[in-house]
């Protein structure tokens, strides 16, 4: 069995590549959906279809899971740590996929391979060709016999493997802290990078941007209004870098984005309000 949370954490379970459960999502649009597949109300049927539809393309929760594929977005947070990691700005990713658990890598490639098309995985079975994959491409699984989600853990394997500037994909503000602990007990340096936030309180919104460097806005209301970002890519689902560092990894990656760039200097956030989910949680 296979959990993962998409289009306003609608969780959807999956088994045998078949969406077997579907719950109502906590927004009713979302404008990235609406741009790249055009899903005008998000609902829990369109979010089982958009499910189906990553299964059957990409391969997702099954042996057939595509481990390579072009950027999904200009600025998400698997195209950001892959330019991260092609720069040198990081040395490592710790990051999920879906059949595999937590993966521990060096390779931008498969970071984003793994990640473009994941939203919030909560639970995932292991897979033997996805773990495969991912071990042949230079990917390091936390645990292959469960498919374990332990973004901690995984941050632990990194150190005691070597790297000691890496990002770390955390969905909850107890991780981002713990995370920051293990930093000033190892002197490695942890980029922790804020995903999966659609729901978020209010205090452990303030609690995660306070340990972040980077986090997607997705569609939280808390985000949005205790963000004080240094860089802000986006507007609709905009990620905010919090710091230094964060700011570095984003302007780095609009290096790589195709499309025109307008650079200019604001008070931030800027959230036109037509542009953003609705309604905010």
Not at 115 to 133: A, M, Q, W
Not at 152 to 157: K, R, S, T
Not at 214 to 241: K, M, N
Request: charged letters at 25%; a negative charge; glycine letters at 8%.
């Amino acid at each position: 069995m296979h959990k993962m949370e998409l289009l306003g954490r609608s969780a959807i379970k999956v088994s045998e590549e078949e969406v077997t459960e579907a719950t109502e999502p906590v927004i009713e649009w979302c404008p990235l959906f609406d741009k790249v597949r055009g899903i005008k109300k998000v609902t829990k049927e369109s979010a089982a279809t958009n499910m189906e539809f990553r299964i059957k393309e990409h391969g997702m929760f099954s042996a057939r899971r595509k481990l390579e594929m072009d950027t999904f977005v200009g600025f998400g947070a698997s195209e950001s740590m892959m330019t991260g990691l092609m720069r040198g700005i990081i040395d490592a990713a710790v990051t999920v996929c879906d059949g595999a658990g937590t993966v521990i890598t060096s390779n931008g490639s498969l970071v984003q391979g793994m990640g473009g098309y994941i939203s919030g995985l909560v639970e995932t079975d292991p897979i033997p060709e996805v773990i495969e994959g991912i071990k042949s491409r230079d990917g390091h699984v936390l645990s292959p016999e469960s498919g374990r989600i332990d973004q901690l853990e995984g941050a632990a394997y990194a150190i005691s493997a070597g790297y000691c500037r890496f990002a770390v994909t955390v969905a909850d503000a107890q991780t981002a802290e713990r995370l920051r602990e293990l930093e000033r007990s190892t002197g490695v340096r942890i980029m922790i990078i804020g995903v999966h936030l659609t729901g978020i309180s209010q205090d452990d919104a303030r609690r995660l941007l306070k340990a972040a460097d980077i986090v997607t806005s997705c569609a939280s209301r808390h985000i949005r209004e205790e963000a004080v970002p240094l860089v802000q890519v986006g507007t609709a689902v905009p990620l905010f870098g919090l710091t230094p560092w964060g700011k570095e990894l984003l302007v780095e990656r609009a290096k790589d984005v195709s499309s025109p760039l307008l650079i200019n200097t604001m008070p931030l956030p800027v959230l036109p309000e037509k542009k953003q989910p609705r309604p905010l949680v």
